[in-house]
């Protein structure tokens, strides 16, 4: 079964650090990674999908990387603004189990004025 | 189109009651997925469909769940006999599936409804 992790589960920062946040799954057999961004009592945004054949994608600040043989993939937020807080999930669609997405519990992020 | 909206935002409920709730997707996509979310933690898929049918369903999907999507458009999610471990954001999405074993298709979420069981 396919499970997910994410480290730290909260991480909080002053205004203009770069940051990285951390996602592992236990099973290498995915078919893509996505990161999301969820605000507090709100749904999710999609920042970023990783194909598995990919090692990267990259929009504005973010970029993420994905090592599949490692069962890993980060989050790199460039200059963070307090407009990035916010909880960041990451999810994989397993190859094996159907179409639906395995999400990891989230971190918590906090960037300070 | 705006994006997968969700109606109703907030629900409360007394223990015992049913509710249902209604999803409408992106009008081009074809699949419709529901998750459940509770605090800190992250979505659990309960079910999908493709168009009209109804693909898969997740082992927390109990007898008390049912969801249809009659016309391959909105979707709707009932629960029965609400208990108070039913509250929860209850999450859809919707993609746009082009064929394929494995689609390259990517997951829009709509702004959840919360539910509150008394």
């Known amino acids: 079964k396919q499970e997910v992790t994410q480290i730290p589960a909260a991480l909080s920062v002053p205004e203009g650090e770069n940051l990285v946040l951390n996602c592992s799954f236990t099973?290498?057999?995915?078919?893509?990674l996505q990161w999301f961004r969820q605000d507090p009592g709100k749904g999710l945004t999609s920042l970023l999908l990783?194909?598995?054949?990919?090692r990267e994608q990259t929009s504005g600040r973010l970029n993420a990387s994905l090592d599949k043989s490692s069962g890993r993939s980060t989050l790199y937020i460039a200059a963070s603004q307090p407009g990035d807080s916010a909880t960041y999930l990451c999810?994989?669609?397993?190859?094996?189990?159907?179409?639906?997405?395995?999400f990891g519990p989230g971190t918590r992020l906090s960037v300070l004025p | 189109d705006t994006g997968v909206s969700q109606d109703p935002r907030h629900k409360i409920t007394k223990r015992g009651q049913n509710v249902t709730f209604r999803c409408d997707p992106i009008?081009?996509?074809?699949?419709l997925y529901w998750y459940r979310q509770t605090l800190g933690q992250g979505p659990e898929f309960l079910t999908y469909f493709q168009n009209e049918a109804q693909l898969e369903k997740s082992r927390l999907l109990s007898d008390r769940f049912s969801a249809e999507r009659p016309k391959g458009s909105f979707s709707t999610l009932e629960i029965q006999r609400t208990e108070q471990g039913d509250s929860a954001m209850y999450l859809c999405?919707?993609?746009?599936?082009?064929?394929?074993?494995?689609?390259?298709?990517?997951?829009?979420f709509g702004p959840g409804t919360r539910l509150t069981v008394t």
């Open positions: 999405a919707s993609s746009l599936w082009a064929g394929g074993t494995y689609g390259a298709n990517e997951q829009y």
């Open positions: 999810a994989v669609r397993p190859n094996n189990y159907g179409q639906n997405f395995v």
């Open positions: 009008s081009e996509h074809n699949r």
């Open positions: 099973d290498s057999a995915i078919y893509n």
């Open positions: 990783i194909q598995s054949s990919q």
